[in-house]
T-cell receptor
Framework: GESVGLHLPTLSVQEGDNSIINCAYSNSASDYFIWYKQESGKGPQFIIDIRSNMDKRQGQRVTVLLNKTVKHLSLQIAATQPGDSAVYFC????????FGTGTSLTVIP | DTGVSQNPRHKITKRGQNVTFRCDPI?????LYWYRQTLGQGPEFLTY????????KSRLLSDRFSAERPKGSFSTLEIQRTEQGDSAMYLC????????????FGPGTRLTVL
């Protein structure tokens, strides 16, 4: 079956520092790799995605890196802010849609 | 509000009862997805529709679960003969074909089976 794994369940960073959230996956046949953010009591919110034929994609304060050789995906958040505190999920598309178990990011003021 | 809406937001039911949830996607979105999420876990894919056609169903979707999207707009998810293990947050999302991995999620329906 498919699997998506996250290396660390929790991450604490100082406000203003950069955050890196990692994700490992097992299925190579995916079109897109995606990062979602979920705040307490809300549905997941799309952050950024990357197509499988790309290695890097940048958004506003976020960068996603895809290493298909080692099947690893990461999300980098620059200048982390208190509003970034949430659970972050990696996900990927196949015939279905798969989410990891999540990393809880806490930003310390 | 033009986002994805779900009703009801909360449902408490007794074991063995049937429940039905509704999802209204963003109006121009042709794809609609259902997920289940339990505490501390990521959303688990259940099924998705492209317009009115149900294209994929997870093995998680037992015979007690059925989803419909009869006119390609809103969708319903019915759970028959609910069990305590069905207690979870049921999330709906919608997207447009060609939007890559971006889905827009609703706030979810929290089901508690007593």
């Amino acid at each position: 079956g498919e699997s998506v794994g996250l290396h660390l369940p929790t991450l604490s960073v100082q406000e203003g520092d950069n955050s890196i959230i990692n994700c490992a996956y097992s299925n190579s046949a995916s079109d897109y790799f995606i990062w979602y953010k979920q705040e307490s009591g809300k549905g997941p919110q799309f952050i950024i995605d990357i197509r499988s034929n790309m290695d890097k994609r940048q958004g506003q304060r976020v960068t996603v890196l895809l290493n298909k050789t080692v099947k690893h995906l990461s999300l980098q958040i620059a200048a982390t802010q208190p509003g970034d505190s949430a659970v972050y999920f990696c996900a990927f598309t196949g015939n279905q849609f798969y989410f990891g178990t999540g990393t809880s990011l806490t930003v310390i003021p | 509000d033009t986002g994805v809406s779900q009703n009801p937001r909360h449902k408490i039911t007794k074991r063995g009862q049937n429940v039905t949830f509704r999802c209204d996607p963003i109006s121009e979105h042709n794809r609609l997805y259902w997920y289940r999420q339990t505490l501390g876990q990521g959303p688990e894919f259940l099924t998705y529709f492209q317009n009115e056609a149900q294209l994929e169903k997870s093995r998680l979707l037992s015979d007690r679960f059925s989803a419909e999207r009869p006119k390609g707009s809103f969708s319903t998810l019915e759970i028959q003969r609910t069990e305590q293990g069905d207690s979870a947050m049921y999330l709906c999302a919608s997207s447009l074909t060609g939007q890559g991995g971006e889905q827009f999620f609703g706030p979810g329906t929290r089901l508690t089976v007593l």
